[in-house]
């Protein structure tokens, strides 16, 4: 829309409406999971918002430090799709990324949030999972029957996408 004198008006200011994150499979040396477990009893994976200016490899690479003290550069973490779920009130964006790279020993850096770290063998993954991620999870194993099914809409990254994967359109 224009006005009289060709000009648009001010459009209004957006208000933010969803919340950026990074959920982060750490795997190690010998293929398990490491997962914390928060006060409430469940677990979680590395993880937290995308502070702006940053990418969702840097994200994830800071929270890693952040929450546990491992190390793992940027360059070393991949993201395997994007998920969307506006179920729980708010839209939540969360990117599904995964690292093999993670140096060091896991610490309780945060423990109002955390009580401990704990690594798993993918199969014995608690079903006692914070909703993100266990999405995230899926994403990297959809094979794992374990896993509790969160209703998200996944986007899954061009070197991530393959038929046992649902689309936007297939998730719910």
């Given amino acids: 829309m224009t006005t009289k004198t060709g000009e648009r008006p001010e459009r209004a200011v957006p208000q933010p409406n969803a919340v950026v994150g990074v959920g982060l499979v750490v795997v190690g040396p010998d293929g398990r999971v490491l997962l914390g477990q928060a006060h409430d009893g469940r677990w979680e994976l590395p993880g937290g918002k995308v502070d702006p200016g940053e990418g969702f490899e840097q994200a994830a690479s800071r929270e890693l430090a952040e929450e ?29 990324a995964v690292t093999t790279t993670a140096q060091g020993v896991p610490a309780v850096t945060e423990p109002h949030k955390i009580a401990r770290w704990q690594w798993f063998a993918p199969a014995e993954i608690p079903t006692a999972l914070y909703a993100p991620s266990a999405a995230v999870l899926r994403t990297w194993r959809p094979e794992l029957a374990t896993l509790p099914h969160v209703p998200s809409y996944d986007y899954p990254t061009a070197d991530h996408a393959t ?7 297939e998730a719910g």
């Fill in 68 to 96: 546990t003290d491992l190390r793992a550069a940027p360059e070393g973490i991949r993201v395997l799709s994007v998920q969307i779920d506006a179920k729980s009130g708010v839209t939540r964006l969360t990117a599904a």
């Fill in 163 to 169: 038929s046992d994967h649902p689309t936007a359109a």
